[in-house]
């Protein structure tokens, strides 16, 4: 999962083939994996990302943040046999931890993963069943990875999609561009810190 800077870019509305606003009464923004793993992709979305995050304090919805990260280098060996096993994001390194200016707050909970998906073998539907979520708001890294998978598997269990442009990031332009699109074609609303203001708070 080699990490390349990338610069925000545009709300890329013109993919945006469907509108729809967030309910707040029944909406959770899911954080994916802004550690320092990968500081240099996330670094440069990170403003967009407290941004929606302060957005989201403010509507009184509530946040998660995921850290990928694996007890033994063994797990989920189809991830070290496709990226390598110096690769893994060891559970206690300094990579594992989230990144210093990530807005979390005392009480927002931090869910540990070890694939893709911030839904397999987390707990993460049951814990948002149990607070009456319906919708996710999906933000952090890598757009075509973590961010991607969590909001497909939100999206056949039953969830509500949104799918932040400007608060997500991963190795290239290309992959982030080509993520959009098919979030927005078959499985979320795509939404950036403007329209979720307008959204929420609106």
């Not at 814990?127 to 939100?154: D, P, Q, S, W």
Request: glycine share 8%.
């Amino acid at each position: 999962m080699a990490a390349k800077p990338l610069n925000p870019s545009s709300s890329y509305a013109e993919y945006n083939i469907r509108t729809r606003k967030p309910d707040p009464k029944s909406c959770a923004l899911l954080v994916i994996d802004v550690q320092n793993y990968f500081a240099s992709m996330a670094a440069p979305i990170l403003p967009a990302l407290n941004a929606t995050i302060r957005l989201c304090r403010r509507a009184s919805v509530p946040v998660l943040f995921t850290r990928h990260c694996d007890a033994d280098p063994s797990d989920y060996p189809s991830l070290a046999e496709w990226w390598g096993h110096d690769s893994r994001i060891l559970d206690g390194s300094g990579e594992a931890e989230l990144m210093p200016g990530l807005d979390r707050g005392d009480g927002d909970p931090v869910v540990r993963k070890h694939t893709y998906s911030a839904f397999r073998g987390t707990g993460m539907e049951e814990r948002l069943a149990g607070m009456g979520v319906r919708e996710v708001i999906v933000a952090g890294v890598m757009t075509n990875l973590c961010c991607e998978t969590t909001a497909r598997e939100a999206f056949v269990r039953g969830f509500r999609v949104f799918f932040s442009t400007d608060a997500t990031a991963t190795s290239s332009e290309d992959l982030h561009v080509a993520t959009l699109k098919n979030m927005a074609y078959g499985f979320a609303y795509l939404v950036d810190c403007a329209s979720l203001e307008k959204g929420l708070l609106g």
